[in-house]
């Protein structure tokens, strides 16, 4: 009896596991999260959204100080060319505006950008359950979340999604 008990608690934790769930859709929180755009306005997450809707997005996010976001990124221009009907939306988490305008610069980083203006503690991030960057996100045309983790630009399942 005692290991049935102790399996059934097992059982309960894993379930209980933020780190077990992939969201298919984001919460009311992070679509009213808040990003700063190119021009310096706020801008809700869900607005985000809504300007690509119908379309495939990819989002990416990065700090221009973060040396595994740099060295990933050939391989994101590399997803951007083999997949020109997509927007790839860049959301940074630098640690101040004019960094993240110096590394877009610096690093030729072309697609849409926004600065994460509540950082990792925000409704964003933490509905991410954000702890590492580069991070990599799916959003499909119906607007699912097909990909909710990957760290590395050249995970297979990014790979497989975009075709």
Request: hydrophobic content about 40%; aromatic content about 12%.
């Amino acid at each position: 009896m005692k290991k049935y008990v102790l399996l059934l608690v097992f059982m309960l934790s894993l379930t209980n596991c933020k780190a077990q769930v992939e969201a298919e859709k984001f919460s009311k929180e992070a679509l009213a999260d808040v990003f700063i755009d190119q021009e310096g306005s706020n801008v809700m997450f869900s607005d985000i959204l809504k300007k690509y809707e119908g379309k495939q997005i990819f989002i990416d996010i990065w700090a221009s100080w973060c040396k595994d976001c740099i060295k990933g990124m050939p391989k994101v221009k590399q997803l951007q060319n083999n997949n020109p009907d997509t927007v790839f939306l860049y959301l940074s988490l630098d640690k101040s505006l004019q960094s993240w305008k110096r590394g877009i610069e610096k690093h030729q980083v072309e697609g849409e950008h926004y600065y994460m203006k509540s950082g990792w503690k925000g409704e964003f991030a933490t509905f991410l359950d954000l702890d590492w960057i580069p991070r990599y996100l799916i959003i499909n045309k119906s607007g699912d979340i097909t990909l909710f983790r990957a760290i590395k630009a050249d995970d297979k399942n990014i790979k497989a999604i975009l075709k």
